[in-house]
């Protein structure tokens, strides 16, 4: 596609969205501000989940549909931990922990031997999920659990045109943003992070180096299912847990990484960013059409970028 050409799609796409911007401020701009900032903060949950999913999915070419499932178990984990201890930051540390751990066994035990094999990994990440779904249901029942986020951002913060929005969200933005920035320099500035894209371009290569890629693989699963717990945590304080959070985040997380770009955290951001638009909006100005604007997106980045907006060739 030439520059022209990418000009005029992105004129084509974007007059017509700040045409439609435009009328919704002049119609009710409390709303339109409130429905972009709750956006944003779901922008940063979808993110949080989707980062340890492109490090998995989009990296290791590891196919992890039990993905989700880290979500909840993180979220239950944070949560017992958060009801015994009082302390909300030591809930994060054990939603990140526990769901690292349990992605650690299942490199260990099942990717490390179905290197490539798309086909099994899938069906046996489903089956996995299944089962860690019927065990967490049979331990938490159906009950939805909330906890309150710690006391210095609950409550809310006075903001222009949207007047008071809950300080836990603006806080969740903020932490979102900071840890894209850190994994963006974990991957680009760190040895650590030359190791993960060294091994995934040609893992022979680095193994005749003397580098151990079992361990370094097994060490990025482990960052990428923590991600996911403590994405759990996170959710489950600005909004709830209970059964079936695990394949709303799982859908959600592979929307993402198609529309972004498999191996992007950038490419996952931005992936987040247009979901969480598209989801708020959707449901603030077309209820009744909201869940189809999101699989627009999707089949409008599969149709003209493939291979997501800053995805790379296999």
Same mark, same amino acid.
Not at 94 to 107: E, H, I, T
Not at 199 to 213: E, P, Q, T, Y
Not at 231 to 255: F, K, M
Not at 298 to 313: E, N, S
């Given at each position: 596609?030439?520059?022209?050409?990418?000009?005029? @799609?992105?004129?084509?796409?974007?007059?017509?969205?700040?045409? $439609?911007? $435009?009328?919704?401020?002049?119609?009710?701009?409390?709303?339109?501000? @409130?429905?972009?900032?709750?956006?944003?903060?779901?922008?940063?949950?979808?993110?949080?989940?989707?980062?340890?999913?492109?490090?998995?999915?989009?990296?290791?070419?590891?196919?992890?549909?039990?993905?989700?499932?880290?979500?909840?178990?993180?979220?239950?984990?944070?949560?017992?931990?958060?009801?015994?201890?009082?302390?909300?930051?030591?809930?994060?540390?054990?939603?990140?922990?526990?769901?690292?751990?349990?992605?650690?066994?299942?490199?260990?035990?099942?990717?490390?031997?179905?290197?490539?094999?798309?086909?099994?990994?899938?069906?046996?990440?489903?089956?996995?999920?299944?089962?860690?779904?019927? $065990?967490?249901?049979?331990?938490?029942?159906?009950?939805?659990? @909330?906890?309150?986020?710690?006391?210095?951002?609950?409550?809310?913060?006075?903001?222009?045109?949207?007047?008071?929005?809950?300080?836990?969200?603006?806080?969740?933005?903020?932490?979102?943003?900071?840890?894209?920035?850190?994994?963006?320099?974990?991957?680009?500035?760190?040895?650590?992070?030359?190791?993960?894209?060294? +091994?995934?371009?040609?893992?022979?290569?680095?193994?005749?180096?003397?580098?151990?890629?079992?361990?370094?693989?097994?060490?990025?699963?482990?960052?990428?299912?923590?991600?996911?717990?403590?994405?759990?945590?996170?959710? +489950?304080?600005?909004?709830?847990?209970?059964?079936?959070?695990?394949?709303?985040?799982?859908?959600?997380?592979?929307?993402?990484?198609?529309?972004?770009?498999?191996?992007?955290?950038?490419?996952?951001?931005? +992936?987040?960013?247009?979901?969480?638009?598209?989801?708020?909006?959707?449901?603030?100005?077309?209820?009744?059409?909201?869940?189809?604007? @999101?699989?627009?997106?999707?089949?409008?980045?599969?149709?003209?970028?493939?291979?997501?907006?800053?995805?790379?060739?296999?």
């Amino acid at each position: 596609m030439s520059r022209n050409q990418k000009l005029a @799609t992105w004129l084509v796409l974007g007059l017509p969205i700040a045409a $439609l911007s $435009l009328w919704a401020i002049a119609d009710n701009a409390r709303l339109y501000f @409130t429905t972009l900032l709750n956006s944003l903060t779901l922008a940063s949950l979808y993110f949080l989940v989707a980062s340890g999913f492109t490090l998995v999915f989009g990296l290791m070419r590891n196919v992890n549909l039990a993905h989700g499932s880290l979500y909840l178990f993180g979220a239950y984990v944070g949560w017992m931990v958060g009801e015994q201890t009082g302390s909300w930051v030591l809930a994060v540390v054990a939603g990140f922990l526990s769901a690292a751990v349990v992605g650690l066994l299942l490199q260990v035990v099942i990717f490390r031997h179905m290197q490539g094999q798309d086909l099994r990994q899938t069906l046996v990440t489903i089956g996995i999920a299944i089962v860690l779904a019927d $065990l967490m249901l049979w331990i938490w029942g159906a009950e939805i659990y @909330t906890f309150d986020p710690p006391a210095w951002i609950y409550g809310s913060t006075a903001l222009p045109l949207v007047e008071k929005f809950p300080t836990y969200r603006i806080a969740v933005l903020v932490g979102a943003i900071a840890i894209g920035l850190g994994l963006w320099w974990f991957l680009a500035r760190t040895r650590v992070g030359m190791m993960i894209r060294a +091994g995934v371009d040609d893992r022979g290569m680095l193994a005749a180096s003397g580098i151990n890629v079992q361990l370094v693989f097994a060490v990025t699963f482990a960052i990428g299912a923590g991600m996911a717990g403590l994405a759990g945590v996170v959710g +489950g304080s600005a909004l709830s847990i209970s059964p079936g959070e695990d394949t709303r985040y799982l859908l959600a997380s592979l929307v993402v990484v198609i529309v972004g770009g498999m191996g992007s955290v950038g490419g996952a951001a931005i +992936g987040a960013l247009l979901i969480g638009l598209a989801e708020q909006f959707g449901l603030a100005y077309a209820p009744t059409y909201s869940v189809v604007f @999101t699989f627009v997106i999707m089949v409008l980045a599969l149709a003209f970028r493939p291979r997501g907006i800053m995805g790379r060739p296999a």
